[in-house]
Structures are given as C-alpha cells and as structure tokens.
C-alpha cells in the first residue's frame, strides 16, 4: 500500500492524507472498480476460465 500512496503523492500532487483516503476508498469498493472503469464483463470472463474454482476467489 505504501507504494502506491507514493505513487498517488507523486503523480498527482495529493498530500499523503488524501492519497491515503484514496488508498482506503478504493479498498472498500474493490469490487466495484473493475465495473466503473468498464472492465466488469472482462473480469467475469477471466474468473470463468480459471481452473478448480480459483475463480470463486476473486469476487
């Protein structure tokens, strides 16, 4: 986590605090992330092709 509160610091001017904040937020929402950047139906497609249930792992 630490690396990409730098890498949210440094790219994007944001104060460790928020870059923190952003940190946390997309934690809590992992789930949803891959449908607000429009990669839901790819992501479903990978889980289905995972052997021996492992895709049940990811969501």
Known sequence: MNE???QL???FDLDP???EGVVAFL???ADKVPGWL???DKLDDLKDKL???LGGMLG
Request: cysteine-free; proline content about 6%; aromatic content about 0%.
């Open 38 to 40: 429009g990669l839901g």
């Open 9 to 11: 610091t440094e790219r």
């Open 17 to 19: 605090k928020t870059a």
């Open 51 to 53: 052997p021996g249930g």
């Open 27 to 29: 934690k809590e929402n």
């Open 4 to 6: 990409l509160i730098q």
